[in-house]
C-alpha cells in the first residue's frame, strides 16, 4: 500500500484560469474533464488529485508534468471520484501492483486537499 496527498489554495488555480485564459488548463486537463466545464473548485481538487497520485507512485510534479494527462478523475453515479491512469502512469501502476486506487478530494474555504490510498 502507498498514500500520497496534496493540497492547494482555490485561489491560484483560478488565477492561473484567469491569467492564461484557461491556455494552462491544457496541461492539467484531460479532454473529458475540459469539457464537464468545471469551476475552479473542482478543477483544484483534480489537480490536487493527480498530484497526489504522482507523490503516491513517487514521482511528484516536478517530475511528471507530463504525466498529469495520463491521469483522468471521473466520478460514479453518485459522485464519488476514481482515477483512471494510461501511458506511462499506467505502466508504473502495473509495475508497483497497484489494482486499486481509492481517492478522496475535500474543501473547505479557499483549500482543497485530495488523498489517494494504492492497494
Given at each position: ?11 491560484r ?13 491544457d ?5 473529458h ?11 483544484a481538487g483534480?489537480?490536487a488529485?493527480?498530484?497526489a497520485?504522482?507523490?503516491a507512485?513517487?514521482?511528484g510534479?516536478s517530475r ?7 491521469i ?15 501511458g ?5 501502476q502495473?509495475?508497483k ?5 481509492e481517492?478522496s ?15
Open positions: 500500500m502507498v498514500i500520497g496527498t496534496d493540497i492547494i489554495k482555490i485561489s488555480i483560478k488565477t492561473l484560469i484567469d491569467r492564461e485564459n484557461g491556455n494552462a488548463l496541461f492539467i486537463l484531460t479532454p474533464e475540459r469539457a464537464m466545464k468545471k469551476s475552479s473548485h473542482s478543477i483534480i489537480f488529485a493527480k498530484e497520485l504522482l507523490k507512485f513517487g514521482v510534479f511528471g508534468l507530463g504525466r498529469l494527462l495520463e483522468e478523475v471521473k466520478h460514479d453515479p453518485y459522485g464519488k471520484p476514481f482515477i483512471i491512469t494510461s506511462i502512469v499506467k505502466e508504473i502495473e509495475n501492483e497497484i489494482r486499486n486506487i481517492l478530494i475535500s474543501h473547505d474555504g479557499d483549500y482543497c486537499v485530495a488523498f489517494v490510498v494504492c492497494l
